[in-house]
């Protein structure tokens, strides 16, 4: 973990929290930051989310994974439709918090609100600022190829992830690591230096510092059509693409007109030793379901027919029976 500057705890007065903190964030990867914060010195007097959404098949109304965990932890929740509503900036603004750290909130905090807290808004972002400022950087990463990833702190503004930074953690990528996998990691890594950032802005001790100008990457939100397979992409680029959508929003393809969806996929390796075959075709040999790509082979891993469960690629070419010189994708 680095940060810009030397972070400590401190405990404040007469036992009294650092500081008073208004926690924002949505989903289960913002989740380990509260636990953390709520075990520091600091004092999470509310917490901000999104409003529950309707989910599952009986369409009925679901907590966020931060809301649920405030609710066990007995601190209020802020659910506004819109960070923008008069209502919430006045309910802001009688919280008195020094300072209002953000995981994964998901929507725009507007410039009415950023300068209420005493020090502001600061973000943890899952990239190595300005790599990837946007809705999906851990993914990009994956898809990219990238080797070493992390996160960072920055305070809040109005640009999209561009101000200054608190501090940084990095993270190596694996080679068989999923967006989720990833994810998972850099939660708990970028839950410490969260609360490292928020011990440093209590004691004084860390100044933010400009991003540098280049090296600038753009990491905009993966839609379900970003996450269907081009077959005519080599094979250890259909690889990381795969790995880069895994878990959400999911790789698929089609077969016979339906939508399959597809677990990660391995590049068969060595190439020479792999059969020849067109982009998507499929073939059932020994060594696995393969799939020919626009260089080289990959071998399916697990697969998910339209309407049923994830069953191995196996399993499914029992029943699908490919026939000679059928795609996938067609």
Known sequence: MAALGRARPRTGR???????????????????????????????????????????????????????????????VLQ?????????LDQLAALAVDCAPVVAYGALVPPAALDVPVHGWVNLHFSLLPAWRGAAPVQHAVMAGDEVTGAATFALEQGLDTGPVFGVVTEGIGPRDTAGDLLDRLAVTGARLLVATMDGIADGSLVPQPQPTDGVSLAPKIETADARVDWTLPAHVVDRRVRGVTPAPGAWTTWRGDRLRLGPVEPVRPVTEAPELAPGQVTVTPAGVLVGTGRGVVRLGAVQPAGKKMVPAADWARGARPAEHEELGA
């Open 14 to 76: 007469e036992g009294e929290p650092a500081l008073k903190l208004l926690f924002a964030g949505t989903p289960a990867p913002a989740v380990p930051s509260l636990d953390a914060l709520l075990a520091s010195d600091h004092e999470v007097v509310a917490v901000l989310t999104r409003p529950d959404a309707r989910a599952g098949r009986g369409r009925r109304e679901v907590r966020s994974p931060v809301a649920q965990r405030a609710d066990e932890a007995g601190i209020p």
């Open 80 to 88: 506004p439709r819109s960070p923008r509503e008069p209502g919430f």
